[in-house]
């Protein structure tokens, strides 16, 4: 079980480092490092696995409320804006 989960880990984080930024790439890594150069017990792959979903979920949304708000301004009917005041 955990041969598996060290295995979907290395690839979830392969597949991240490919499709972000330096400085996303950057933060990854730091979250990814484990302390001692020992393997990883069973708990700590489960937490670090978690750990990047988590990540991988908030970056996500993250992205998803932005594209949301630029479509938002883009779609927004100009020249109704509240008078002064109003």
Do not use: C, F, K, N
């Not at 400085?23 to 001692?36: V, Y």
């Not at 670090?48 to 883009?74: F, H, K, N, P």
């Amino acid at each position: 079980m955990e041969l598996r989960l060290g295995r979907q880990l290395q690839a979830l984080a392969a597949e991240l480092e490919r499709s972000l930024s330096p400085a996303l790439t950057a933060e990854l890594q730091h979250l990814l490092r484990l302390s001692g150069s020992e393997a990883p017990t069973p708990g700590e792959l489960r937490v670090e696995y978690a750990s990047v979903l988590g990540w991988t979920s908030g970056l996500i949304v993250a992205m998803l409320s932005q594209l949301d708000a630029a479509s938002t301004r883009r779609s927004a009917p100009r020249g109704l804006e509240a008078p002064p005041g109003g």
